[in-house]
């Protein structure tokens, strides 16, 4: 038991982790169920009153309550994951290397400049995790659609709007790492 | 019992992100930096096993266990919504190291700074509700 625990400690390698991404895919499928993780923001803003805004909350939202259940499992998950399955992350010695003219450095999972609680003292990154988040959010809607419901379900599908929208994340993000993150950091 | 299902999905699926480490901020970055193949496999295989997956399903014509068809609707067509949208997105995912999925595992591994993520991200959907009208789609 120890052995396993110990092997799947372990960081998962991308031929695991990929083809798991798409069994969690499939199990939505023959759940009758679509993989999307953004929508569940919208459920949020329509529970917590904003169709009195918008038409755009106002639906049938009921309809969407099974996939705060597998948030919620993912919430589990994550617990799972960070208490008894744990590893620290080892990225590519250039990405260290870049990161480190950024003064981030590179420590556990996540940076702690950023995700460790010292940044609640910190307006500049507060506000830097505030944009990302309404980037992510606003993104994620306007192009109906997130990593999960457009560059997995959308492209496994081959929807020409999910490669459209998976161009643009790319290019977002390459933006973000090369053009801003030289003047952000 | 269904519920159980969703739930025992959504906690697996989290343990995957953790553990791929697709949930963590420096793989994202990594990604954009062309840096490493770890996220392209991740994606790609998930991709390949995917599109094999489905295209069975369509022609087999497989029903789910639950339901009458599976739910493969077509994307709707057009393209500003998703250029434009897309980018949006992608600045974030790069900024803020987590895309929808990602953010809600480690709000359970416990980086409380990440709820100000979700924070973010709820307000930014409800703002696209706003605006929804006023934008090119």
């Given at each position: 038991?120890?052995?396993?625990?110990?092997?799947?400690?372990?960081?998962?390698?991308w031929?695991?982790?990929?083809?798991?991404?798409?069994?969690?895919?499939?199990?939505?499928?023959?759940?009758?169920?679509q993989?999307?993780?953004?929508?569940?923001?919208?459920?949020?803003?329509?529970?917590?009153?904003?169709?009195?805004?918008?038409?755009?909350?106002?639906?049938?939202?009921?309809a969407?309550?099974?996939?705060?259940?597998?948030?919620?499992g993912?919430?589990?998950?994550?617990?799972?994951?960070?208490?008894?399955?744990?590893?620290?992350?080892?990225?590519?010695?250039?990405?260290?290397?870049?990161?480190?003219?950024?003064?981030?450095?590179?420590?556990?999972?996540?940076?702690?400049?950023?995700?460790?609680?010292?940044?609640?003292?910190?307006?500049?990154?507060?506000?830097?995790?505030?944009?990302?988040?309404?980037?992510?959010?606003?993104?994620?809607?306007?192009?109906?659609?997130?990593?999960?419901?457009?560059?997995?379900?959308?492209l496994?599908?081959?929807?020409?709007?999910?490669l459209?929208?998976?161009?643009?994340?790319?290019i977002?993000?390459l933006?973000?790492?090369?053009?801003?993150?030289?003047?952000?950091? | 019992?269904?519920?159980?299902?969703?739930?025992?999905?959504?906690?697996?699926?989290?343990?995957?992100?953790?553990?791929?480490?697709?949930?963590?901020?420096y793989?994202?970055?990594?990604?954009?930096?062309?840096?490493?193949?770890?996220?392209?496999?991740?994606?790609?295989?998930?991709?390949?096993?995917?599109?094999?997956?489905?295209?069975?399903?369509?022609?087999?014509?497989?029903?789910?266990?639950?339901?009458?068809?599976?739910?493969?609707?077509?994307?709707?067509?057009?393209?500003?919504?998703?250029?434009?949208?897309?980018?949006?997105?992608?600045?974030?995912w790069?900024?803020?190291?987590?895309?929808?999925?990602?953010?809600?595992?480690?709000?359970?591994?416990?980086?409380?700074?990440?709820?100000?993520?979700?924070?973010?991200?709820?307000?930014?959907?409800?703002?696209y509700?706003?605006?929804?009208?006023?934008?090119?789609?």
């Amino acid at each position: 038991m120890q052995a396993i625990i110990d092997y799947i400690s372990q960081p998962w390698p991308w031929y695991v982790s990929g083809p798991l991404i798409a069994l969690t895919m499939f199990i939505l499928l023959f759940a009758g169920k679509q993989f999307g993780m953004s929508s569940n923001l919208r459920t949020v803003c329509s529970i917590g009153g904003a169709g009195k805004f918008s038409d755009f909350f106002r639906y049938d939202w009921k309809a969407h309550r099974w996939n705060l259940v597998v948030v919620l499992g993912a919430i589990i998950g994550g617990y799972i994951g960070a208490n008894y399955l744990t590893a620290d992350v080892q990225i590519s010695a250039s990405a260290v290397e870049q990161l480190d003219q950024y003064e981030i450095a590179v420590n556990g999972y996540m940076p702690e400049a950023l995700f460790g609680n010292e940044v609640f003292s910190n307006p500049y990154f507060l506000g830097l995790l505030t944009i990302g988040g309404f980037l992510v959010g606003f993104g994620a809607r306007y192009a109906g659609g997130c990593t999960s419901g457009h560059a997995i379900s959308g492209l496994s599908n081959l929807q020409l709007p999910s490669l459209i929208a998976v161009v643009g994340f790319f290019i977002g993000g390459l933006v973000m790492v090369h053009l801003f993150f030289p003047l952000i950091f | 019992m269904r519920i159980l299902v969703y739930l025992f999905t959504g906690v697996f699926f989290g343990i995957v992100l953790y553990k791929s480490e697709a949930a963590s901020w420096y793989r994202i970055f990594e990604m954009f930096e062309f840096a490493s193949f770890h996220m392209y496999g991740i994606i790609g295989s998930a991709l390949a096993l995917g599109v094999a997956g489905i295209a069975i399903i369509k022609k087999r014509k497989i029903k789910p266990l639950r339901g009458d068809n599976m739910q493969l609707n077509p994307k709707e067509p057009g393209f500003k919504r998703y250029l434009y949208g897309g980018i949006l997105f992608g600045l974030g995912w790069a900024l803020a190291g987590a895309c929808p999925g990602p953010m809600y595992v480690l709000a359970g591994a416990g980086y409380i700074p990440i709820l100000i993520v979700i924070a973010g991200a709820t307000l930014g959907t409800f703002v696209y509700g706003l605006l929804r009208n006023k934008l090119p789609h």
